[in-house]
């Protein structure tokens, strides 16, 4: 009960500007989709059970007049069982089929089962960095930058430990693993300029081990690579 003192410290987590619920790109639109469409799933559950329990509470309270009754005994209601296994089996469908769907189609392939069409970048994260090398070999550490409206097909490498890539706006977490190269794409980003960063403890560097994504028009690309 004292660490009830401690709620407020929650406060400084408002200090961290990775901004999750603001998708830029059709991938994390999808994933927003999901937390907020099981959000509302689960506030119906959550608001039909405490108005009937609301209801019975006030219904069956403790009164004079009825100091004596006995309920009645029942002995199982078919109706009311079907009920209640059918509307719960029909929301857990209705929740599995996108969720299913969204996310075997967002899941990072092997790099080498990957059919790599789109704007390929390889991306090797490192104790405390990561480098971006675009496909003519631009290279540039701890900011990415990309053309809007196009697959952006990420080849994820590790140097070293366990990282986790992730851009809250366009897309992510994907775990970057050592040994074995990932391949995820995220879909259509929008112009802007996004942060990104590690999600995986990593060492002692971890919170710095941040990036910037940056989503330009294609010709804007195309001269970055150029250059
Ligand atoms: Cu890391």
Redesign the pocket.
């Known amino acids: 009960m004292k660490k009830i003192f401690l709620l407020p410290l929650l406060l400084f987590l408002t200090g961290c500007n990775i901004t999750v619920l603001d998708p830029k790109s059709d991938t994390a639109s999808e994933q927003a989709f999901l937390i907020e469409f099981s959000f509302w799933i689960m506030m119906f559950v959550v608001v039909t059970v405490f108005i009937l329990f609301t209801y019975f509470v006030i219904k069956y309270r403790y009164t004079e007049t009825r100091k004596h009754d006995l309920p009645q005994d029942v002995k199982g209601n078919i109706k009311l069982e079907i009920t209640w296994i059918t509307i719960p089996v029909l929301l857990l469908i209705v929740l599995a089929v996108p969720t299913l769907a969204i996310t075997y189609d967002q899941s990072p392939q092997w790099t080498e089962e990957s059919d790599q069409s789109g704007v390929v970048i390889d991306v090797v994260?490192k104790?405390?960095n990561w480098t971006f090398t675009h496909a003519n070999g631009t290279e540039e550490m701890d900011k990415l930058l990309i053309p809007e409206g196009e697959s952006i097909v990420l080849n994820l490498k590790s140097a070293d430990v366990i990282?986790s890539f992730w851009v809250p706006q366009l897309g992510g977490k994907v775990d970057v693993i050592p040994g074995k190269e990932l391949t995820y794409e995220i879909n259509n980003p929008k112009k802007g300029t996004y942060q990104g960063k590690?999600a995986?403890y990593?060492g002692l560097g971890?919170t710095d081990?941040t990036f910037e994504v940056k989503v330009v028009s294609k010709q804007a690309y195309e001269q970055y690579l150029q250059k």
Do not use: L, S
């Open positions: 994260g104790q405390f990282h590690c995986e990593c971890h081990m």
